[in-house]
């Protein structure tokens, strides 16, 4: 079982079938019987209390629980109010729409209509990926995986066996540079990945090569843990090529490593 922490009342289990077996419930029932899941969900916070200072006076206001490869469970719970967790969202949702009015407007939108040729092509793919970006990241390649992703905090618990991970590179786009930093600092003694930095206009974009992660489960968890902090995630593509050109390339290699120093 492995725990770490969101916010002071937020936090993230990632817990293994064997496991769940061996607390005494079945992962299967877990989904259709209610009151197995609330039984289960309030040993989680129990143990968690072994090794996370969180708080947990309001009881359980939430959670979400998502079944990931090596039949693995990721749970988040939280013990924030609706109406608080619901005022968050908004903000989330205000930044969005705000991202939207500043980067498509109708004046852009006109000037990419009035062009042509070549042209008209690169302004039409600067609005998508500017879109895109707005948006909080899109559907990304075939196979589609939920682009979001599991990270080891470990409690004194049995580790998985190492079977790799098939994931591409992905990219986070970061706005705000403080808490890129307080990402890094999170999981920089726990996960060790190649990670390259680069800064274009005002946004930090770090790479992420996945190749050395345990398991899927575990990248699965990185990305969720960044969307956490800001991080919008998305396929690399032709990124790297265009970073180089355009940006300023900051880190190269264990952006990770250095930036959890800066905290």
């Known amino acids: 079982m492995f725990f770490w922490k969101i916010d002071d009342e937020t936090i993230r289990c990632l817990i293994h079938k064997q496991e769940i077996d061996s607390m ?13 899941m609330e039984e289960f969900l309030n040993e989680i916070v129990k143990s968690s209390q072994n090794y996370i ?5 309001n009881g359980i206001q939430n959670y ?7 039949d693995q469970l990721l749970v988040t719970i939280s013990c924030t ?15 969005m729409t705000t991202a939207l009015k500043e980067k498509i407007t109708d004046e852009r939108l006109e000037e990419i209509y009035a062009l042509s040729g070549e042209e008209k092509e690169k302004a039409f793919e600067e609005i998508s990926r500017d879109l895109q970006e707005a948006c909080m ?13 599991s990270l080891k905090a470990e409690s004194p618990a049995v580790r998985e ?7 591409p590179p992905r990219k986070l786009v970061f706005e705000d540079f403080s808490r890129m ?11 060790h990945l190649h990670t390259s930095l680069y800064k274009m206009d005002e946004r930090y974009v770090m790479l992420v090569d996945f190749s050395e992660c345990e398991s899927d489960a575990q990248a699965i968890a990185f990305m969720i843990t960044a969307e956490e902090y800001g991080g919008r995630a998305g396929a690399v593509r032709y990124e790297e090529a265009y970073l180089e050109e355009h940006g300023n390339h900051m880190i190269d290699g264990n952006a990770i490593e250095v930036l959890s120093q800066m905290n």
């Open 181 to 191: 930093v307080q990402f890094c600092s999170l999981i920089g003694e726990r996960v």
């Open 137 to 149: 990241g899109t559907a990304d390649e075939e196979g589609e995986q939920e682009d979001g992703a």
């Open 24 to 36: 005494g419930f079945d992962l299967q029932t877990l989904s259709t019987d209610s009151r197995q």
């Open 64 to 70: 979400i629980a998502r079944s990931l490869p090596a």
């Open 81 to 95: 109010f609706p109406d608080v967790a619901i005022d968050r969202d908004l903000d989330q949702i205000k930044k």
């Open 161 to 167: 066996e190492k079977h790799g991970s098939n994931l």
């Open 53 to 57: 200072d969180w708080h947990t006076e």
